[in-house]
């Protein structure tokens, strides 16, 4: 059971690029969240799915993309990468049910865009 | 949306002192208020959290106060150890369970 997986773990692009991080879970949870982590600013909610096929904004989602086309996976991608997008990524999963708030985490992605 | 504001950003103690962290959220509607801890280099981890039904919970040395009528809440560590410096976050529950977060706190425990 390896909960909330993320790849890959340390990334360097240069601006312009494009990418995919992966964030992959297997405890049947039906919601999944992106959050990036900048220093000062706490985790910030950029994309998020209550199910699969849907995705929805949240707080910053301006050049990122996500799907989500089976359960088990949430793609968050960039596009066109730039500088502002340095960050460390994290995915979470959570259940949908009242009685199951707490998120889990992954263990992070951390980019950097030169 | 939510708004939640965290103090202080960061706070220092002897190590035996406790330590208290608050939180203010905007949005009356939220129900649910966790508080994760975050070594450096580490994911976020939840070390207790509080439903908008119950006043306070403890869990050890840990323990959480809600206020829902000023919209606050706070995180209390007594006898804190080195091994409780970290950053710590609090979060207030929206729609569709997401989380918004405090900008964290970073405590220092000193030996």
């Known amino acids: 059971n390896a909960g909330v997986t993320q790849t890959p773990k340390f990334r360097v692009l240069k601006t312009g690029q494009s990418m995919t991080l992966l964030c992959a879970q297997d405890?049947?949870?039906?919601?999944m969240y992106w959050y990036r982590q900048d220093p000062g600013m706490g985790l910030r909610l950029i994309h998020y799915?209550?199910?699969?096929?849907?995705?929805a904004k949240g707080e910053v989602p301006d050049g990122y993309n996500v799907s989500r086309l089976k359960k088990q996976n949430f793609l968050l991608g960039l596009e066109s990468a730039a500088p502002s997008q340095t960050s460390v990524y994290f995915c979470a999963s959570s259940y949908s049910n009242r009685a199951h708030y707490g998120y889990t985490f992954g263990s992070g992605t951390r980019l950097t865009v030169v | 949306g939510e708004n939640v504001e965290q103090h202080p950003s960061t706070l220092s103690v002897q190590e035996g002192d406790s330590a208290v962290i608050k939180c203010t959220y905007s949005?009356?509607?939220?129900?649910?208020f966790p508080w994760y801890k975050q070594e450096l280099g580490k994911r976020p981890q939840l070390i207790i959290d509080?439903?908008?039904?119950?006043g306070e919970k403890k869990d050890q040395r840990i323990a959480v106060t809600l206020n829902k009528t000023a919209k606050h809440f706070s995180l209390h560590i007594t006898e804190t150890q080195p091994e409780d410096s970290a950053v710590y976050f609090c979060a207030a529950r929206g729609g569709y369970s997401t989380l918004t977060f405090g900008k964290g706190t970073m405590l220092l425990v000193s030996p």
């Open positions: 799915s209550v199910g699969e096929g849907t995705t």
């Open positions: 405890m049947n949870h039906e919601y």
């Open positions: 509080i439903r908008s039904n119950v």
């Open positions: 949005d009356s509607a939220s129900n649910y």
